[in-house]
C-alpha cells in the first residue's frame, strides 16, 4: 500500500520560500566580512598586458586585489576563472577587488588601469567556419575532443582547439539548405544506410534551421561567499546540485574534500548553468584563505549575463526521407554548433532527439561546434534536444502532409516505444509510452475536432494555429547513495546529497524512503543543504535525472534500515527475520503482531550492538562521501546505507508531449496563446502539485524559446546588445497563457521501484515545438526554420520580405 | 603576466583606521567620500511597523538598506534595475521596486516587506497561504515580489478577476515559469479558489 507516492505534501522549504525566511548564498554575512566585485572585460578578444591596481589599493578600505596569476593556469580550452593570456568574450572577468563596503570596492574597480591588447574577434559560427574568417581564439575556431590510449588502457580523454574552414562550397550549401558535402566535422556517425532509406521514400524533405543561444539568466545571480575556520573552508554558493559539488569546488580550493563544508539550502534557479562548479567560484575560497577575512562576491545582473552560461545556438540542414506508410525511413542531419567562448555545443544530443521521435532505421549524423567571442554555453534545460524539437517540429509537420497523414498520427507512427532504440549508440529506454501520452494529449486537447474548426474566427485579420510536439530528454541514472537514519525519538531521517533549484526533487525523492519504511510524512525529517548535515554521494542535479535516480537510492537504504530493523527483532524476540515484519513504526513478529519493537526501540538497540547496524561498519561499495556522511553519524540511531545496485539497464527517458492553440495578428506578427495541454510520460507521478507546476514552468520556457528568448552581439564591435532581463526577454506573466492543462500518462517505470522518472527538460521541448507547430499551422505550412521566430520575423513573412533563415546567422540578425 | 605586480603588494593589512566594519551589528559605518554629514545619514524608518534608525548613504537604495542593513533579506535584488520585481515591498500600501527607489526619499512613508506581512501571532498571510497550498514557487527567488504584490492588490482588490489579478501580478518577473500556481494562489488567497 502505497501511503507517500502520487499524493500531494508540502516539501519543507516551500513556507521559508513564501516567508522569506530561507537563505540563499547572498543573504548571509560573516563578522568581517569584505566585498568582493569584478572587473570584465570591455573587449571580445585580447590579452591582458598590464594590470596597474597601485590607485586602488592605496583608497581606505580596498583590502586586495585577486587576479589570474592567484589561481592555477588554465590554459585554453579551459574557461578560466580569470583571464589573462585570453580575453575571449566582452564581459569575462579579468580581476577582483575586496573592499569593506560594496560601495568601496566599486569606487576601487573605476581605479585600475587595465592594458588590454587587441585580437581578432568573431561572433558567428558560420562566418568563422568561411575562408578567410576570424577565429576566437589565436589557436583556431574549433573544440577537438581527444581520447588517447593511456596506461594500463585507461583512455586519457583531453581536447584541443583546432583551425577548421569549409570551402566556400560548403558554406554555400547551408545557407542555401543543401547538404555542405565538402564541409568538415569533427563527429560523425551513422547507423543503416542512409542512401537505400532515401531510396526507399515517397518523399524527401531538406531544410535548413537556425537556432540562437540566450542565457539562463537565473532570477539569483551566482554571489558566493567563503570563509575558513579551523582549517575547514565554509562556502556559501548557489548551485544546482549538493554533494555533487563537493569534490570539484575542494579541488578548486587545493582541500580535501573533507575540509569543506558547501552550504546551499536554497538557489534562485539553475536551468543547467549550476550543475557543478563553475569557474568563478574558485575566487570567494582562495581570495577569503589569502586576506583571512570572509569574502563575499556579489554577482550583478549583467554579469550574470556575461559569466551564468547560454544555451548553444546552432545552424543546421536536415534531410528527411519518408515512406509510404508514414514511417521516417532516413534522416541526414548536420549542425554547426555555437560554442561561444567555451566552444562545447550540444549537436549530438540534438541528433539524439531526432532518433527518439522518429526511429528511423538509418541515419547519420555530421557535426561540428565552432568557438565564438560570445558568452561560455553550457547545459541550458534539455541542451540539443529542445532547440531540435523547436525547429523539427514543423519540418516534422510538412512530413506528416506530404504523406497525407494527421500530425499526431505521423508522429504517433514513428516515435520510440519501450522496444525502441535511442541515438548513436542505438541502445533501449527502461520503458517509453509516447504513443500513450499522444493519445491522451489527443483526448485532452480535443485534437480531432480542433483541427478540423476554421483559422479565420471572424477575430480581425486573425488566425488560429494548432500544433502539436514532442520532448524527450534522458532522465536518471544509477549507481549513487542512500543513507537514513531512524533515530532514538523514533523518526526517520533521510539524508539527502541532492541539490534545490526549485524542483523539489530533494524532497519528492525523500518520500521513496518514507514509502519502504512506512513512516508518516510528519515523522521525517530531511537533512540537507549544507555538507555537515551528513550527506550521501548524490548525483548532480541536472538532466531531469533525480526523480529515477534518488527515489531508487533512498529506496535501497530504506530497504537496509527495514532489514536491519527485523535482523534487530530477531536478535532480542527470536527467530529469524524473515518472521518479521514493520508497520505503525514498528517491527513485529508476523505471527504475534505484540512481540516487537518499535522504532525508537530498535533505534537505541542498534546503536548498543553497534557495527553496521549503527553505521560503525558500512559497505564497501558506498563512495567516499557517503563514507564520511555515515562517519558523521554513526552510533547515534540505526543507519541505512547502501548504493542503488538496482539492476536494470537501458536509459529512462523522459518525455512530454504538447498540444497548443494560437490566435496570429496578420497585421502585427503578435501571437496569442490561446490554450496549452500536455502530457507527460514520466512513469508514476510522485508529487501531483509540484508535477503541474514542473510541467507549467516549462512550458513557459518553451514560450520564450518560441518567441522571444536570443542573444543579439554587434558583428561590428562584439558587445552584446541585451544583457538585462528586459532585452533579453524571459516571458512576463503577459506572454504566456496562464490557465494551461496537464497531465501524465501515470503508467509506471519497470526499472524504478518508486516508478518514476524526471520531467524537468522536455516540459518545454514539448511546449516550443507545439508552438512552432501551430505558427506554422496557422502559416498554410510555412517554415520559418528559426528559434526564436520572433514577431519581426513573422512580420516580415507576412510582408513578403526575406527574413535571416537564409543567412543561418547565430548572435547576429 | 605582470612582474611588477606582486602578491604582496595586492594585499594589504586587515585592520583599518577609518573605515570599520561592523557586520554584526547589521550597518557599515562612514564612508568618508560621501560629504554628508552623519547626522543627515542617520534616518528613522518605519519598516514593518517598526521604527529602525539606520545610517544610510545619499545614493542607497531602499533594497540595499533593508537588504544589508537591517537583515531583511526575504527582500531578493533579481537585477537591481527595475525589471524583475523580486524586490518589491509597500510603501504606504503601494508596491514598488524597493532596488529603485531611494532610502532617503521613504523616510516619512510605511514601508511593509515580506517579512511584515504575517499576522501578529505569527500565522502565514492569506496570500503566503495560498502560496503554499499551490506549491507556487518553485526556486523561492521571486517569491517574496510574488507575495507583496499580491497582498498589495488583495488589499485594494479583494475579488480581482483573473485577468485584473495577471495585470497587477505583471511587474514580477518568476524566471522558473511558475506564473500560474502564483496566479492560482491570488485566486485562492482572494477566496475564489477553494
Ligand atoms: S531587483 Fe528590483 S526590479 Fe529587479
Ligand atoms: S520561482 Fe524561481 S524565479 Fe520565480
Redesign the pocket.
Known amino acids: 500500500m502505497t501511503t507517500h507516492l502520487g499524493f500531494d505534501f508540502t516539501p519543507p522549504d516551500v513556507e521559508g520560500k513564501v516567508s522569506g525566511e530561507i537563505k540563499y548564498a547572498e543573504d548571509y554575512k560573516r563578522d568581517g566580512m569584505v566585498f568582493a566585485r569584478i572587473l570584465t572585460s570591455p573587449l571580445p578578444a585580447g590579452r591582458v598586458a598590464n594590470i596597474d591596481a597601485s590607485a586602488a589599493l592605496r583608497m581606505d578600505g580596498v583590502v586586495g586585489v585577486f587576479t589570474a596569476d592567484d589561481l592555477p593556469p588554465s590554459p585554453p580550452p579551459g574557461n578560466p576563472t580569470l583571464a589573462s593570456e585570453y580575453v575571449t568574450y566582452v564581459g569575462q572577468p579579468i580581476l577582483v577587488v575586496a573592499a569593506v563596503t560594496e560601495e568601496i570596492a566599486e569606487s576601487a574597480i573605476d581605479n585600475i588601469r587595465v592594458d588590454f591588447e587587441r585580437r581578432d574577434f568573431v561572433v558567428d559560427p558560420m562566418e568563422s567556419l568561411t575562408p578567410g574568417g576570424k577565429n576566437a581564439y589565436p589557436e583556431g575556431n574549433v573544440l577537438i575532443r581527444t581520447r588517447e590510449e593511456g596506461p594500463g588502457g585507461t583512455p586519457i580523454i583531453g581536447a584541443e582547439i583546432r583551425d577548421i574552414k569549409w570551402p566556400q562550397s560548403a558554406i554555400d550549401a547551408m545557407r542555401n539548405g543543401r547538404n555542405p558535402v565538402d564541409g568538415e566535422f569533427t563527429t560523425e556517425w551513422a547507423f543503416g544506410d542512409i542512401d537505400a532509406g532515401f531510396a526507399e521514400s515517397v518523399a524527401v524533405i531538406e531544410e535548413p534551421f537556425v537556432t540562437m543561444g540566450y542565457p539562463h539568466h537565473c ?1 539569483e545571480a551566482r554571489t558566493s561567499m567563503a570563509y575558513w575556520e579551523n582549517g575547514k573552508c565554509y562556502f556559501h554558493g548557489s548551485s544546482q546540485s549538493q554533494s555533487a559539488n563537493n569534490n570539484g569546488l575542494a579541488r578548486m580550493m587545493n582541500i580535501d574534500p573533507g575540509d569543506l563544508v558547501f552550504i546551499n539550502e536554497a538557489t ?2 539553475g536551468f543547467g548553468s549550476k550543475i557543478g562548479p563553475y569557474p568563478i567560484m574558485a575566487v570567494a575560497g582562495n581570495f577569503s584563505r589569502m586576506l583571512n577575512r570572509p569574502v563575499q562576491l556579489r554577482i550583478t545582473r549583467e554579469q550574470e549575463f556575461y559569466i551564468g552560461s547560454a544555451r548553444s545556438g546552432m545552424q543546421g540542414w536536415i534531410k528527411i526521407g519518408v515512406k509510404e506508410d508514414g514511417k521516417v525511413a532516413a534522416v541526414d542531419l548536420v549542425i554547426v554548433n555555437d560554442g561561444g567562448s567555451t566552444g562545447g555545443g550540444s549537436g549530438n544530443s540534438s541528433a539524439g532527439h531526432v532518433t527518439i521521435t522518429f526511429q528511423p532505421e538509418n541515419m547519420r549524423y555530421r557535426g561540428i561546434s565552432v568557438y565564438t567571442n560570445t558568452t561560455p554555453r553550457g547545459a541550458q534545460r534539455g541542451p540539443g534536444e529542445n532547440e531540435m524539437a523547436a525547429v523539427l517540429a514543423p519540418i516534422t509537420d510538412k512530413a506528416a502532409a506530404v504523406v497525407n497523414m494527421d500530425r499526431v498520427r505521423f508522429r504517433r507512427a514513428n516515435v520510440i516505444d519501450s522496444d525502441g532504440v535511442r541515438s548513436q549508440s542505438q541502445s533501449g529506454v527502461t520503458s517509453a509510452f509516447v504513443r500513450e501520452a499522444l493519445d491522451q494529449g489527443m483526448r485532452l486537447f480535443n485534437w480531432n475536432e480542433r483541427i478540423n474548426q476554421p483559422k479565420r474566427t471572424g477575430n480581425g485579420n486573425k488566425v488560429r494555429g494548432r500544433g502539436v510536439g514532442i520532448g524527450y530528454h534522458g532522465a536518471g541514472s544509477r549507481g549513487y547513495d542512500g543513507l537514513v537514519r531512524i533515530g532514538t525519538d523514533g523518526r526517520l531521517y533521510i539524508h539527502s546529497g541532492v541539490g534545490n533549484l ?1 524542483t523539489y526533487s530533494y524532497a519528492g525523492t525523500c518520500r521513496a524512503a518514507a514509502e519502504v519504511l512506512q513512516v508518516p510524512w510528519d515523522r521525517c525529517e530531511i537533512l540537507r543543504g549544507r555538507t555537515d548535515n551528513h550527506l550521501p554521494h548524490s548525483s548532480g542535479q541536472g538532466g531531469s535525472n533525480t526523480m529515477f535516480t534518488h527515489t531508487r537510492t533512498n529506496w535501497v537504504a530504506a530497504e537496509d534500515a527495514v532489514n536491519k530493523l527485523k535482523e534487530i527483532a530477531a536478535a532480542d524476540l527470536g527467530g529469524s527475520p524473515n518472521d518479521y515484519e514493520i508497520d505503525g513504526e514498528r517491527v513485529f513478529s508476523s505471527s504475534d503482531s505484540s512481540q516487537g519493537l518499535t522504532y525508537a526501540q530498535a533505534a537505541q538497540r542498534a546503536i548498543e550492538m553497534g557495527g553496521r547496524y549503527s553505521g560503525m561498519e558500512y559497505p564497501d561499495d558506498i563512495n567516499p562521501i557517503t563514507q564520511r556522511a555515515v562517519q558523521g553519524i554513526q552510533g547515534t540511531g540505526l543507519i541505512g546505507v547502501s548504493k542503488d545496485n538496482i539492476p536494470g539497464q537501458g536509459q529512462p527517458p523522459g518525455n512530454v508531449v504538447g498540444f497548443t492553440e494560437i490566435e496570429l495578428d496578420l497585421d502585427t506578427g503578435k501571437y496569442e496563446i490561446l490554450d496549452y495541454a500536455a502530457v507527460a510520460d514520466c512513469g508514476t507521478v510522485i508529487h501531483p502539485t509540484n508535477f503541474m507546476n514542473s510541467m507549467r514552468g516549462g512550458a513557459v520556457w518553451g514560450v520564450g524559446m518560441a518567441n522571444l528568448e536570443r542573444h543579439v552581439y554587434d558583428p561590428q564591435n562584439g558587445l552584446p546588445a541585451n544583457t538585462g532581463l528586459y532585452q533579453s526577454k524571459p516571458p512576463t506573466y503577459l506572454d504566456v497563457p496562464t490557465s494551461t492543462r496537464a497531465a501524465a500518462v501515470n503508467i509506471p517505470d519497470p526499472q524504478n521501484p518508486a516508478g518514476c522518472r524526471g520531467i524537468g527538460e522536455p516540459t518545454q521541448g514539448a511546449s516550443v515545438a507545439a508552438i512552432a507547430s501551430a505558427l506554422s499551422d496557422a502559416l498554410d505550412g510555412h517554415l520559418f526554420n528559426t528559434a526564436p521566430t520572433t514577431t519581426d520575423m513573422i512580420v516580415n513573412h507576412l510582408a513578403g520580405n526575406s527574413y535571416s533563415t537564409q543567412s543561418l546567422k547565430t548572435n547576429t540578425f | 603576466m605582470n612582474p611588477q605586480l606582486t602578491r604582496r603588494r595586492f594585499i594589504k593589512g586587515v585592520i583599518f583606521s577609518g573605515a570599520a566594519v561592523t557586520t554584526g551589528t547589521g550597518y557599515y559605518l562612514a564612508n568618508a567620500q560621501t560629504g554628508q554629514s552623519a547626522a543627515e545619514r542617520l534616518v528613522t524608518l518605519n519598516v514593518n511597523g517598526r521604527s529602525r534608525p539606520v545610517d544610510v548613504l545619499p545614493s542607497e537604495t531602499l533594497a540595499y538598506t533593508l537588504r544589508y542593513k537591517l537583515d531583511l533579506t526575504g527582500t531578493k535584488i533579481g537585477c537591481n534595475r527595475g525589471e524583475c520585481g523580486a524586490c518589491t515591498v509597500l510603501l504606504d500600501g503601494v508596491p514598488n521596486y524597493s532596488c529603485s527607489v531611494l532610502t532617503q526619499n521613504v523616510k516619512d512613508r510605511a514601508v511593509t516587506s515580506v517579512e511584515g506581512v504575517r499576522s501578529a501571532n505569527g500565522t502565514l498571510h492569506a496570500v503566503q497561504q495560498a502560496f503554499v497550498a499551490e506549491n507556487a ?7 517574496a515580489g ?1 507575495v507583496m504584490s499580491a497582498v498589495a492588490l488583495l488589499n485594494s482588490n479583494p475579488r480581482p478577476t483573473r485577468d485584473e489579478a495577471l495585470q497587477a501580478m505583471s511587474g514580477n ?4 515559469g ?1 506564473y500560474e500556481h502564483y496566479l492560482n494562489g491570488v485566486m485562492r488567497a482572494s477566496g475564489q479558489i477553494v
Do not use: E, N
Open positions: 532570477l534562485g534557479g526549485g | 514557487p518553485q526556486c523561492g527567488f521571486c517569491t510574488q518577473l518568476c524566471r522558473c511558475a
